[in-house]
């Protein structure tokens, strides 16, 4: 099946840094998403990418299929960002089912 | 819109005893999923459902689990006999079409004593 490599695995950031989160995908898709899962396991939608690039505020996101891969960029970081963020994505005619990655453990200190 | 509601949010649960886990899907969403994720780990996809059909259970234990989505009512995940292997957040996800626009539940968070 399609694997999903997220890195880093864990990230520790001072209030106000910058962050860069990575999402590798071994097969074509149709379907990424971005999640964030908060200190109280509520898993929030940030972005639906399968390709190209959004913004949200402090958060972006950028998606390049042909090379499987996509990044979130996180800027002037701060507490309420941490937790665990997740990539998911859903294989190109398996609709349904997403696959998601272990996650990158994000943890920012005033 | 109250979202993707899921109950109860926490569950104890005997060994042998069983759990029944409830998703009632965002107005207008047809389709509804539920994923399993075990400490530490990410989310896992257990079974896609919509009403009154199971579209995909690939990702269901083969013993003990069972989902159903009626044309009236929440979604229904059932575990019979559990055991402490089962002890997990149990995620449940609607969305209008299938394959786009995911909105997840907060989770039910089933615990074996």
């Known amino acids: 099946g399609i694997q999903v490599e997220q890195s880093p695995p864990d990230l520790i950031l001072q209030e106000g840094a910058n962050s860069t989160l990575r999402c590798n995908f071994s097969?074509?898709?149709?379907?990424l998403q971005w999640f964030h899962q908060n200190p109280w396991g509520q898993l929030i939608n940030l972005f639906y990418?399968?390709?190209g690039t959004k913004q949200n505020g402090r958060l972006s996101a950028t998606t390049v299929a042909t090379e499987r891969y996509s990044l979130l960029y996180i800027s002037s970081s701060q507490t309420t960002d941490s937790g665990v963020y997740f990539c998911?994505?859903?294989?190109?005619?398996?609709?349904?089912?997403?696959?998601f990655g272990q996650g990158t453990t994000l943890q920012v200190k005033p | 819109n109250a979202g993707v509601m899921q109950n109860p949010r926490h569950l104890v649960r005997r060994r042998g005893q069983e759990a029944r886990l409830r998703c009632s899907p965002m107005?207008?969403?047809?389709?509804v999923y539920w994923y399993r994720q075990l400490p530490e780990e990410g989310l896992k996809f257990m079974v896609y459902?919509?009403?009154?059909?199971?579209?995909?259970e690939s990702g269901m234990p083969k013993e003990r689990f069972s989902a159903e989505f009626p044309k009236e009512g929440p979604s229904i995940l059932r575990i019979q006999q559990v055991v402490r292997g089962d002890s997990a957040a149990y995620f449940c996800?609607?969305?209008?079409?299938?394959?786009?626009?995911?909105?997840f539940g907060s989770g039910t968070r089933l615990t074996v004593v």
């Open positions: 996800a609607s969305s209008p079409t299938a394959g786009r626009g995911y909105t």
């Open positions: 097969d074509s898709v149709n379907n």
């Open positions: 990418i399968p390709s």
């Open positions: 998911a994505v859903e294989r190109s005619g398996n609709t349904g089912k997403l696959i």
């Open positions: 107005k207008g969403h047809s389709h």
């Open positions: 459902l919509q009403k009154e059909n199971i579209i995909d």
